[in-house]
C-alpha cells in the first residue's frame, strides 16, 4: 500500500504564491519520479511539473508555469513540494501528486495518485 497525502492548496489572490507539498509513505523501495498534475472541470488533466530521481535531479515543467513554478525533492523523507509564485487566475484547479515507484510487494513500477487539493486564484 502506497499513499501521497498533498497539503498546501487554498485561496491565494493573482500574484501571490502558495507552496504545495506532497508526501509518500508505504512499502516504498525506490522512488522513480515525483511531480505535479492539475485538472479543471472538463479538461484533461495535465502535467504541472516533475522531477526525476536522478543524480541531477532533472526537471519538466509545462511551459505555462516555467520562471513560475519550482518542483523539488526531499529523498530523505519522500517528498515533493511545488513551490508556485506569481500565481495567475488560470492556474485555479485541482492539483494532483503522483510518483512513479516501487514497492516491495510488486516487480514493477507503477504510479500512484493523491486524492488532490484545491487552488483557487482570485482575479
Known amino acids: 500500500q502506497v499513499q501521497l497525502a498533498e497539503s498546501g492548496g487554498g485561496l491565494v489572490q493573482a500574484g501571490g504564491s502558495l507552496r504545495l507539498s506532497c508526501a509518500a509513505s508505504g512499502s516504498i523501495v525506490r522512488i522513480n519520479t515525483m511531480g505535479w498534475y492539475r485538472q479543471v472541470p472538463g479538461k484533461q488533466r495535465e502535467l504541472v511539473a516533475d522531477?526525476?530521481?536522478?543524480?541531477?535531479?532533472?526537471?519538466n515543467y509545462a511551459d505555462s508555469v516555467k520562471g513560475r513554478f519550482t518542483i523539488s525533492r526531499d529523498y530523505a523523507k519522500n517528498m515533493v513540494y511545488l513551490q508556485m509564485n506569481n500565481l495567475k487566475p488560470e492556474d485555479t484547479a485541482v492539483y494532483y501528486c503522483?510518483?512513479?515507484?516501487?514497492?516491495?510487494?510488486?516487480?514493477?513500477?507503477?504510479?500512484?495518485w493523491g486524492q488532490g487539493t484545491q487552488v483557487t486564484v482570485s482575479s
Open positions: 522531477i526525476i530521481s536522478d543524480s541531477r535531479g532533472s526537471t
Open positions: 503522483t510518483a512513479n515507484l516501487l514497492i516491495s510487494s510488486a516487480w514493477r513500477y507503477g504510479d500512484y
